[in-house]
């Protein structure tokens, strides 16, 4: 069984930053590239961020790129988003994902994910 918890979301200012942690408790954690997503109210979760097995290969959701950045510590079996210049359309709850398979690079389906968090609320005032 693998558990996810997302943690250091919150309420901040457009420009501010915030650092999301993905602490997992499960099997072979550097097997698996790892995925964070995000759900605004009313709207469908979506791919924001993904890191390869390794950590040597991200990729972005285009709304992001530039902005944010997605590194894991495979010691410490943990994934972080690093989030700056945040904007209002940031706002969401935000969650890791745990993909079904193994894979080399990250999976941006969230139909591929066997395992979320609770997910962790990130508000961006104007």
């Known amino acids: 069984q693998v558990q996810l918890l997302e943690s250091g979301g919150g309420l901040v200012q457009a420009g501010d930053s915030l650092r999301l942690s993905c602490q997992t408790f499960?099997?072979?954690?550097?097997?698996?590239?790892m995925t964070w997503f995000r759900q605004a109210p009313g709207k469908v979760r979506e791919f924001v961020a993904g890191?390869?097995?390794?950590?040597?290969?991200?990729g972005y959701a285009d709304s992001v790129k530039g902005r944010f950045t997605v590194s894991r510590d495979n010691a410490k079996n943990t994934v972080t988003l690093q989030m700056d210049s945040l904007r209002p359309e940031d706002t969401a709850v935000y969650y890791c994902?745990?993909?079904?398979?193994?894979?080399?690079?990250?999976?941006?389906?969230?139909?591929?994910?066997?395992?979320w968090g609770q997910g962790t609320q990130v508000t961006v005032s104007s």
């Open positions: 994902g745990w993909p079904m398979y193994t894979s080399t690079l990250y999976i941006t389906d969230r139909g591929n994910i066997a395992y």
């Open positions: 499960g099997r072979s954690f550097s097997s698996y590239a």
């Open positions: 890191v390869s097995r390794d950590g040597a290969m991200t």
